[in-house]
Structure formats: C-alpha cells, structure tokens
C-alpha cells in the first residue's frame, strides 16, 4: 500500500529528489543549418522546449546558453517561445551561461527568470552588427562583368559586386538603430528593477561574468549543477533534454544526392566554419 502511495505522490515531495529538466542551447544563431553547421533556430529547438516544460512535476526548467548572437529574429522567436512555454506551464526558468551569451545570445538569455553565469562568462554585447564582403575589384582583375537587371531602384542595395553607396549604409543603420531599439526595451524590461544606470550598458560592449552582475545584466554567479541542489535539495537530479533521433540513432541535417551536391556542401560548410569562427573569436573564443 505505501509503494501504490509512493507512485501516486508527486516526485517534488518523494525521497528520491526533484528532477530538473535542462535544455542546452549552443552556437551561432541562425536560419537554416547544415551537418556542417548546426543552426540555432526556432526550429531546432522548439521540439526540445516543448519537451522540457512537459516534465510535470519539475518546478522549473534549467537552460544552458553558449551562443555568440546571430540573428536577431530566431533569437527573439526563442525568446518568445520559451516565454510562452513558462507561463502556460507555469514554471521557472533559469539561465545558465556556459562561455558566452552576448548579442542574440543574451536576448535569448534575457527568457530565464534569472541568469545565472560563471565569473569567467561573456556577456552583453547588447547591439545590431551586420557584415558581409566586397568583391567590385576582383571582378575586373579576373575580367568578369556583372550584369544585374532589376525592377525598383534599390532592389540590389549592397551588392558586393558594386562599389559602396553611402545612402545604402545609411539606409543599413537605420534598420539597424531600429533593431537595436527593439533589443534595448527587451533589456529595460527583463531586467527592470535590476539594470544599472550605465551609459556603456547599450554600447554593444561585453563583459566577464563579475563585471555583468555589477551591471544588472545577470542575477548570480555559479555553476548549473551546485545552484540546483542548493535550491531544490542535494537529491536533485538534472535530466539532458535532447532532440529525437533519426534512422540508427543519428540526426541526419541533410543529405545529398549526387558528388555535386556533396563537393557545393563541402564549399559551402567551409565559409560557413569560417563565419562561425569569426563571431566566436570576437569574444577571445
């Protein structure tokens, strides 16, 4: 009779320890992806999400951020979701910052309730940066002629096979003060009642871990497996929430059909490495 009474309790009140369910969200964000660069995305993580907040019982759910930003439209979709998930289900949520959560990384933070990151964490970098290459010269030094038709004078603003125009990098900036507006009152209203009043907070700088917590950007400093137990019991178990898995155990991104296909995907994962190492390197990473 006490082992039918022992199932039926809920496990937040049994012996054997709360169970904390913990999603780890890791790498640059960004739409689409590919087996040679997994995406952060809504819809690389949505599954998972809905997962964690289906644990029942668990009074709050643990996420693990170690993104150098990227877009700022699948960040806010995180955001959003994982916002949307709490309070339908009605739990915490606490951030846990592994190396880094700045730009889109620290939007998606700003979900958690509170964030917790280690001394030694990067964060911040609350700003809109957008890069891209020129090519112009190196079309007339290699003797090829670019050759656009359009309908609507702007419709190849910022070609990189064009010369620069200052009223398109105008144009760019005001897009990006507009997006930057959107991420700043996302911030003012996170972390209403805990933002310093620093100039430099919005200047897209970022910080260490010790210096975030001075500015209000972050709530504690610690390590997701000590701050769990210390809130819900040394007996507290945390359980990895992972995406479903394909035919033998794999998750396949993409595969492709021909040697074609294969070598462009080759060309192609070799920029995108590139690109992921320069938004990780711009935090010493």
């Known amino acids: 009779m006490a082992g039918f009474l022992r199932k039926l309790m809920p496990k937040r009140f049994s012996k054997e320890g709360i169970v904390i369910p913990v999603v780890r969200l890791q790498g640059a964000i960004m739409t689409g992806g590919s087996q040679f660069r997994p995406a952060l995305n809504l819809a690389s993580t949505a599954q998972v999400l809905e997962k964690a907040f289906s644990f029942k019982d668990a009074p709050a759910v643990a996420i693990s951020i170690n993104s150098p930003g990227g877009s700022p439209v699948q960040s806010r979709l995180i955001f959003t979701r994982i916002r949307e998930l709490a309070r339908e289900k009605q739990k915490k949520v606490i951030v846990f910052v592994e190396d880094v959560a700045a730009s ?13 990151a280690d001394p030694t964490s990067i964060v911040g970098s609350i ?18 002629e670019r050759r656009v038709y359009t309908a609507g004078e702007n419709k190849v ?35 209403a009642g805990k933002l310093k009043d620093d100039t430099t907070v919005f200047s897209g700088l970022f910080w260490t871990g010790t210096r975030g917590l001075e500015l209000g950007l972050i709530d504690g400093l610690g390590d997701m497996r000590q701050e769990l137990k210390k809130r819900y ?18 998750r396949i991104p993409g595969i492709s059909s021909s040697l074609e296909g294969a070598a462009s995907g080759f060309a192609a994962g070799l920029v995108e490495t590139a690109e992921d190492k320069a938004l990780w390197s711009r935090y010493g990473l």
Not at 104 to 116: C, F, H, P, T, V
Not at 127 to 144: C, H, N, Y
Not at 168 to 181: F, G, M, N, P, V
């Open 104 to 116: 889109g990384g620290y939007m998606i933070a700003l979900a958690g309730d509170e964030i917790i």
């Open 127 to 144: 700003g809109v940066v957008s890069g891209g290459f020129g090519f112009p010269e190196l079309l007339k030094k290699i003797g090829v």
């Open 157 to 191: 603003i910022l070609d990189p096979f064009q010369p620069e125009k200052e009223k398109d990098i105008e144009y760019l900036k005001t897009l990006q003060l507009e997006i930057h507006q959107v991420f700043i009152a996302m911030v003012r209203e996170r972390r």
């Open 233 to 250: 019991g040394s007996k507290t178990k945390l359980e990895l929430v992972t995406p479903a898995r394909g035919l033998f155990g794999r």
